[in-house]
């Protein structure tokens, strides 16, 4: 600690970074280094509004009356509450005195980092140094009771309706999942969060464990770049094809572009932005006056962070309510049970809406709503990460404006898929396919199952040289849009902290009756950095009485196999709607034989290349020069034609060496992971902790000599 505390005060920057790279070329076990950010924190009307964009709407059926909500309304076996689900959420701490979590039978018997199987609700609570397994309030002017108020807005459910019947409209969006909560803040600093560097092992994994698939996190650090909290999220997501990482955008808008939060800039997670409540839910907050006509769902909040990414990567990906959201407020815990509820504006209050959301498309899969949109259990599959990210923002509506909290004077139009608002806020009903829907009726197509579980939803690439998969769309003359969204899961580098695509797929949609082609939205500016790629055909395209053909391509696979989501709709479609076009080569098939039919071939190609050899040779035979020139000429077609038909089946001998070599360093990485690590005993491990800070020790000081000699 003193020759930690005398390079502090002593060393200049320009010493430090000659430190920095010193220690770089000198050790063999530093790969990268990268500063560390501080990170911080970043519904009564608002499940409406995110459910089916009215927020008078509240479930996604359309059962409501007047201007208050029915939250028992519902159409039979139809109801998605989340039920069956479990919401992982890390953040400032949780309230189980809140009526939204409370248990009386565990109220003195709750086992914090343990599993609490009949708790009604909170089904694991962390016990680590990174906190202190209380909510904590700040009296800086912060945001209190963060962690409460987040956990409320995903799963939030008011305990003994008799008694709290009023508050079961600020039930949170899921209310019926479950819920494993990660402590990440200490009330001596309650402003800030205790993220581990790696989340991937040390804090997702842990969750995930537990059972949690869909993971919440309002928090960030003002950094846009890529950094080891990022590949963390993207490494998690890869290694756990059915989950999905969820991350508040931040709340730094009004600085401009390039504010989205690390860790949000992640490749394969969901970044979440905030947009205005409904108008009427905002009354509240102007009274006596009215809210101005800006302030609607359709405008995002100009504190929500904005895009790109330090390496021009579209983020946030969609919207949620974020201004405002009402939910559990919560305490410092130890008293009785207690229900109240509190307003916060943020992004931190859209990303627990968005999670709920995602839980209950993840329902929708688990439970077999697809595709009949009736509950049939045996059509049930579980839904990868990158089908649930895909379908959030399938759902997504551009937003018109941007509001000044502040200056209720004050707005911006925007319009389309942009930096601002991403692809837009999330409206469930615009892609959950029940045989009717706001878009009435919609007809949806999917593949995004986690595993090639034999449900018939699971597609991948094995191989960069793998034909393009096809699905084919065909519509009526009554057909106004055609949407397709491709998302993926990519991989990460083995070694520091590079944005870069590890696996590129593409997506191209076509016409076959005009061979006009469509590709994605921003294309030109995001196709080889984002994991998410949307094309959307209005009937200014002419997408009535057509045929489209929809095609995903593999333009890089550095870590392969790479399976895909791919989220297909339309309205007024004729039947069969969509249609699978199978590969012209097996895509399975990781060694590239060569199949029956084409040996048939080859062997019928053959026999006539040697018949037709047969004939001009006996014409050379004749030694006229006519002849002699018309050989040759036929010799060089035939050879041509063979080679040709031959590289239709034979791949190149360089790319199937690539793919030997993917496939070898995927073996060493799983041996790698899956290698036991040789056991030391305790004293043995302090021995060689206590060599290596005294050789660290040592190093420094004779760096310290040498500089300031």
């Known amino acids: 600690n003193k020759l930690k505390n005398e390079i502090r005060n002593k060393l ?16 063999n076990d530093i790969l990268w280094i990268e ?19 009215n927020y008078k709407n509240y479930n996604l059926y359309g059962n409501y009356s007047g201007d208050i909500y029915d939250p028992d309304s519902s159409i039979n076996d139809r109801l998605l509450t989340g039920e069956g689900e479990i919401i992982g959420v890390s953040d400032t701490g949780l309230d189980l ?48 009771y963060h962690g409460t108020h987040v956990c409320g807005s995903a799963t939030g459910l008011a305990y003994n309706s008799t008694n709290y019947g009023d508050y079961k409209k600020y039930n949170g969006l899921a209310y019926d ?78 600085s401009g572009y390039h504010t989205v939060n690390v860790p949000s800039t992640n490749k394969n997670g969901v970044s979440v932005g905030a947009h205005v409540n409904a108008h009427y839910a905002l009354n509240y907050n102007f009274y006596p006056l009215t809210a101005p006509s800006a ?35 919560g305490s410092t815990g130890g008293g009785d049970e207690h229900c109240d509820v509190v307003q916060m504006p943020g992004t931190s209050m859209a990303t627990p809406i968005i999670t709920g959301s995602a839980a209950i498309i993840r329902q929708y899969f688990r439970t077999g709503y697809y595709p009949t949109g009736k509950l049939v259990d045996a059509n049930g599959f579980i839904p990868s990460g990158a089908l649930l990210k895909a379908m959030l923002v399938h759902s997504a509506q551009t937003l018109t404006d941007i509001v000044d909290t502040s200056d209720t004077s004050w707005s911006r139009s925007i319009s389309g898929v942009n930096y601002d608002a991403g692809y837009g806020r999330v409206q469930l009903d615009s892609v959950l396919n029940f045989g009717t829907s706001s878009l009435n009726p919609l007809t949806l197509s999917i593949i995004g199952s986690a595993t090639n579980d034999g449900s018939g939803h699971y597609r991948e690439f094995t191989s960069v040289i793998d034909a393009d998969h096809t699905y084919t769309i065909i519509t009526d003359a009554d057909t106004t849009f055609v949407r397709v ?50 094309v959307h055909l209005t009937e200014s395209d002419g997408v009535a009485s057509q045929t489209f053909q929809v095609s995903i391509a593999v333009d890089k696979l550095g870590d392969g196999p790479q399976p895909y989501a791919l989220v297909m709709s339309t309205n007024k479609i004729t039947t069969p709607p969509f249609v699978a076009a ?36 006996s014409i050379k035979k004749q030694n006229q020069p006519s002849s002699l ?47 036991p690590k040789p056991k030391q005993d305790a004293k043995t491990i302090k021995k060689q902790k206590q060599k290596k800070m005294e050789e660290e020790d040592i190093e420094l000081q004779r760096e310290i000599e040498r500089t300031y000699a």
């Not at 320009?14 to 050790?27: G, T, V």
């Not at 086992?111 to 700040?138: F, M, P, Q």
């Open 485 to 534: 969204t491709l998302a993926y899961t990519d991989s990460t580098p083995a070694s520091g902290t590079s944005a870069d695509l590890i696996n590129d797929l593409d997506l191209t949609v076509t016409n076959t009756n005009t061979n006009a082609v469509y590709t994605p939205i921003l294309n030109d500016e995001q196709g080889d950095i984002n994991t998410i790629e949307v």
């Open 12 to 27: 200049s920057t320009k010493c430090l970074n000659h430190l920095i790279h010193y220690f770089i070329n000198i050790r």
């Open 97 to 144: 005195t809140s009526c939204y979590f409370y248990d009386p039978d565990f109220n003195e018997t709750f086992v914090y980092g343990a599993t609490n199987d009949k708790h009604r609700k909170v089904l694991y609570y962390s016990d680590t140094s990174y906190g202190d397994k209380i909510d904590n309030e700040r009296t800086d002017g912060g945001t209190s």
């Open 35 to 53: 500063r560390v950010y501080p990170s911080y924190p970043s519904n009564r009307y608002a499940k409406g509004v995110q459910l089916s964009g």
């Open 295 to 329: 302030y609607n769902i359709d405008s995002l909040a100009n504190f929500s962070s904005r895009g790109p990414t330090e390496n021009g990567r579209l983020k946030p990906d969609v919207i949620g309510v974020g201004l405002y959201a009402t939910s559990a407020l």
């Open 177 to 254: 999942s479950k819920l494993v909560f990660f402590d990440l803040t200490k009330a001596a600093n309650p402003a800030a969060i205790n993220a581990p560097a790696n989340l991937d092992t040390n804090l997702f994994q842990p969750m995930y464990d537990v059972g949690a698939r869909v993971f919440c996190n309002s928090w960030g650090s003002e950094n846009n770049g890529y950094s080891t909290q990022a590949k963390g999220v993207d490494e998690f997501m890869w290694d756990n094809p059915d989950a999905l990482v969820l991350f508040a955008a931040g709340n730094s808008g009004r």
């Open 629 to 675: 020139v018309h050989w040759k000429n036929m010799k060089a077609k035939i050879y041509s034609y063979w080679t040709c038909f031959c590289c239709c089946f034979y791949p190149d001998p360089k790319k199937k060496a690539q793919q030997q070599r993917n496939q070898q360093r995927n073996q060493q990485r799983n041996q790698q992971k899956a290698k």
């Open 582 to 617: 199978e590969p012209t080569s097996d895509n399975q098939n990781d060694d590239n034989t060569i199949s029956a039919f084409a040996l048939f071939f080859i062997e019928i190609f053959g026999a006539i290349c040697i018949l037709l050899l047969t004939a001009a040779y």
